[in-house]
């Protein structure tokens, strides 16, 4: 604990806890990044299921580095905010649990991109095989879970 303890004694967590403009700046930050991730993800999730049907797979492709971007925001913003509290969040288990959905999540996301570079021109054409709608059911549940799983931080 001491190197946590340490992590909420910096500047710049003490910055983010103590002033009027680092709490919320990083946790809007988190909601931008996490409309991101979760608008990019259920969108693609959503097509893959078969809803959407007019807008090709390949076009829904490209928002991944979308999703990345938002993934990369609040890897950031999120980070911000473990250290201003680390001791807290490290016996937290809605975060512990969060933070397992998050990585189940990207794993998800890079297995569906790896997948869709592959496949997405015959899924257009042939329809999205089984394997597809798992990682679409995945991507959606462990989203879903990490999202719901952080609200409660602040409440259990």
Excluded: C
């Excluded at 991730?37 to 893959?48: D, P, S």
């Excluded at 016996?91 to 996301?109: A, D, E, N, Q, R």
């Excluded at 297995?111 to 570079?117: D, G």
């Excluded at 095989?129 to 931080?153: D, E, M, V």
């Amino acid at each position: 604990m001491g190197f946590l303890s340490w992590l909420e004694q910096t500047a710049y967590s003490e910055w983010i806890v103590s002033g009027l403009t680092g709490w919320p700046l990083m946790l809007s930050m988190h909601a931008v990044g996490l409309s991101l991730i979760v608008g990019t993800a259920f969108a693609l999730n959503l097509r893959l299921l078969g809803f959407f049907k007019p807008i090709p797979i390949t076009s829904l492709h490209g928002l991944l580095g979308i999703g990345w971007v938002g993934i990369a925001i609040n890897v950031f913003s999120g980070l911000s905010l473990f250290m201003a509290q680390a001791t807290f969040y490290v016996t937290s288990l809605p975060f512990l649990v969060k933070i397992t959905f998050i990585i189940l999540g990207i794993v998800v996301l890079h297995l569906t991109q790896k997948t869709l570079k592959a496949s997405a021109g015959d899924w257009d054409s042939g329809g999205v095989p089984s394997q597809g709608k798992l990682l679409a059911i995945a991507s959606l549940s462990f989203w879903t879970l990490a999202t719901l799983t952080g609200r409660l931080i602040a409440y259990l």
